[in-house]
């Protein structure tokens, strides 16, 4: 299985400053067609996931233009160019290229 | 708006037997692969199963093989998963997830306690 490892684990961050998320690859995650099938995840204190960016780099509908996804090889990264109090949770990457998907360990976002 | 609502959680002996379901809507359901996440508590993701559109492409996760079962009905827009022979560590907030994790089931907690 494809290993996600996310760093750090422990994110604590001041209101309106910069945060970014680490999220390494044991393998390339580009699939046969091109696309590469690894999303971001946000998720508040008691409520069910919701996806942030897919394939990489577009976010969905309804999602802040200040989170923004890139990648390096095998390594991808979730920026929060300006992090506002509703930020606060865990954040999870996830690859869907190779069957089964799986998830890093999450990253928890505070505010310091 | 696409909603998927999810039923069937709820306190089970060791050795019991559950089944959840995941009603759909707001999306063409056959036209893509559904799945089954957990998270136990205080812990992260976890990906137990998933089914392709037409439902013969099949996934468990190692812990759960020969105990659940992943399947679909396209005409009613339903996803099951049915959990036999359920153990303490099968304890967890079950979600249904669609199409990359794009929609997501309000989440049911399956506990498995005597």
């Known amino acids: 299985d494809v290993v996600l490892t996310q760093s750090p684990l422990s994110l604590p961050v001041t209101l309106g400053q910069p945060a970014s998320i680490s999220c390494r690859s044991s393998?390339?995650?580009?699939?046969?067609?091109?696309?590469?099938?690894l999303n971001w995840f946000q998720q508040r204190p008691g409520q069910s996931p919701r996806r942030l960016i897919y394939n990489v780099f577009n976010r969905d509908s309804g999602v802040p233009d200040r989170f923004s996804g890139s990648v390096s090889g095998t390594d991808f990264t979730l920026k929060i160019s300006r992090v506002e109090a509703e930020d606060v949770g865990v954040y999870y990457c996830m690859q869907h290229t190779y069957w089964p998907g799986t998830f890093g360990q999450g990253t928890k976002v505070e505010i310091k | 708006d696409v909603q998927l609502v999810q039923s069937g959680g709820t306190l089970v002996q060791p050795g019991g037997s559950l089944r959840l379901s995941c009603a759909v809507s707001?999306?063409?359901?056959?036209?893509?692969?559904m799945g089954w996440v957990r998270q136990a508590p205080g812990r992260g993701l976890e990906w137990v199963a998933h089914?392709?559109?037409?439902?013969?492409?099949?996934y468990y996760m190692d812990a759960v093989k020969g105990r659940f079962t992943i399947s679909r009905n396209n005409a009613r827009n339903l996803l099951y998963l049915q959990m036999n022979s359920l153990r303490a560590e099968d304890t967890a907030v079950y979600y249904c997830?669609?199409?990359?994790?794009?929609?997501w089931g309000q989440g049911t907690l399956v506990t498995v306690s005597s």
């Open positions: 997830i669609g199409d990359g994790g794009a929609w």
């Open positions: 707001g999306f063409t359901f056959s036209k893509y692969w």
């Open positions: 393998q390339s995650l580009v699939y046969s067609d091109g696309n590469t099938y």
């Open positions: 089914i392709n559109q037409d439902g013969s492409d099949i």
